[in-house]
């Protein structure tokens, strides 16, 4: 049995973060020449600063932030945590509490959204993956740290936090008042027959959380008894969650083999393989991903494309291939600091770490190629601008997908999801000329998904005969 790993990705406003292994505890030897001569001068301009700073601060203060810069030094997802901190992050790990729902990190030095989660106050609102947090309540983000963020962010459910966010391509910054909310983002979404007529299902995955695979199978089976032949499974968006249930997932559709491993310079390699018996079908498979399909999202379509037991299709992964450790300080005082000890990899042994990688080409001198080698490539890409993001999540959001090609809308599959209500018929007699009917947004990424499901069942039949 291993362990309850969580495979967040990145500190997010609504949600726990990191993949986080629990905790670690024992003694750490200093290593490395020189450490006792640095020590000793980190306490000399500690006592500096307490001598001579303008006004009066304390020790833990500095001491604090050394640590916290000691942390961040190595990556973005390092980090030091406080008394307070330490609390907060137990809190994000365990319970609901106010918030806004989004997923942030520091991308080169700025507070930047990686993804909103669907059905929160900044879903609704339309922030955007790539979007700049430039200021929270009229101060400026710059030198923050996404811990710092998401104290200020969070809060009691009802209030209200202004924020300004640089767009790029938007004529000027937006200034974006959200209303804070309990957060509780349903795992499995958007259950229903994409397009009937070829008998092709689709299942939308918003984290891996607890009963994310028990979720998962009643979906699919309510969809097999409507005649699934083919699935497309939608982890766009999707920043992460549990292990547990990333490698189950997997399981569902792998006879065999290895799903994942995970390796650290101080820890032992840990392979986690696939065990017949627990399939739903062997039917084809489209999987989506974008840019914002991080974590446990990557460790299912890299485990499927590895496996070739599924088409991906969209725009290259996030690329966070990282697993971190929650190791305390101090019981006493309750500090501690969440640590990357480790990374993972797909089964064919690809390391889709966009750090790593990077640190790895800048060590070479090798300039960053024109296409990226983080994250999972899709075997078939297909884009999506930013109006057409906007699209999707407003109709993500009032939960409706249209369905190209003859697809229904999604029904009620045990989801409490409805089909769009009729528009209004026109007001004004019969002189009145009737309103054009709202041109359907199509979901270029779900129909590049269905285009792919439908050859390889054509390709079946044709083999059948």
């Not at 609390?87 to 918030?99: D, I």
Request: glycine share 10%; with cysteine.
């Amino acid at each position: 049995m291993h362990p309850r790993l969580f495979l967040g990705w990145l500190i997010p406003v609504a949600l726990a973060a990191g993949l986080v292994i629990g905790l670690r505890m024992g003694p750490v030897a200093a290593h490395g020449p020189g450490v006792s001569e640095r020590l000793d001068k980190v306490r000399l301009l500690h006592d500096i600063v307490l001598d001579q700073y303008v006004d009066k601060v304390g020790s833990e203060k500095l001491f604090d932030g050394a640590m916290k810069g000691m942390l961040s030094s190595l990556d973005p997802f390092s980090e030091y945590f406080s008394e307070d901190e330490y609390t907060e992050f137990e809190v994000e790990t365990g319970g609901e509490f106010g918030g806004l729902g989004i997923q942030v990190s520091l991308e080169d030095g700025i507070l930047s959204v990686i993804t909103p989660m669907e059905g929160t106050p900044a879903f609704r609102a339309g922030i955007q993956p790539g979007d700049k947090i430039v200021e929270i309540e009229g101060k400026s983000t710059e030198g923050m740290t996404t811990t710092d963020a998401v104290k200020v962010l969070r809060g009691k459910p009802g209030t209200t936090v202004t924020i300004t966010v640089y767009r790029k391509g938007a004529p000027a910054q937006l200034k974006i008042t959200l209303t804070r909310a309990i957060i509780q983002v349903k795992s499995i979404k958007g259950v229903h027959m994409a397009d009937e007529k070829a008998g092709i299902g689709y299942i939308r995955i918003t984290a891996f959380k607890d009963k994310t695979v028990e979720e998962f199978d009643a979906a699919a089976e309510s969809l097999s008894a409507k005649g699934m032949k083919a699935l497309v499974i939608d982890l766009r968006f999707n920043g992460g969650g549990l292990l547990d249930d990333a490698i189950n997932l997997s399981d569902r559709f792998l006879t065999s083999g290895t799903i994942v491993s995970t390796k650290g310079r101080k820890e032992k390699e840990r392979r986690f393989e696939a065990k017949a018996g627990n399939e739903l079908g062997d039917y084809p498979i489209a999987v989506l991903v974008n840019e914002s399909s991080a974590s446990a999202s990557e460790i299912v379509s890299g485990a499927l494309q590895d496996h070739k037991r599924a088409t991906i299709v969209g725009t290259r992964s996030y690329g966070k291939g990282s697993v971190q450790t929650i190791i305390p300080l101090d019981a006493e005082e309750r500090t501690g600091i969440k640590l990357t000890t480790a990374r993972y990899f797909t089964p064919s042994g690809r390391c889709i770490d966009r750090i790593k990688l990077e640190r790895d080409r800048e060590k070479k001198g090798t300039p960053a190629p024109k296409t990226e080698d983080w994250g999972i490539d899709p075997d078939v890409k297909a884009e999506m601008d930013r109006d057409q993001l906007a699209s999707l999540m407003q109709l993500w959001d009032k939960q409706e997908i249209v369905a190209p090609a003859g697809g229904t809308p999604p029904a009620d599959a045990g989801t409490g999801e409805k089909k769009p209500e009729p528009a209004p018929a026109a007001a004004g007699g019969t002189d009145a000329k009737p309103a054009e009917p709202a041109k359907p947004f199509v979901d270029p990424q779900l129909e590049k998904g269905l285009e792919v499901l439908r050859d390889k069942l054509s390709g079946k039949e044709s083999a059948g005969k």
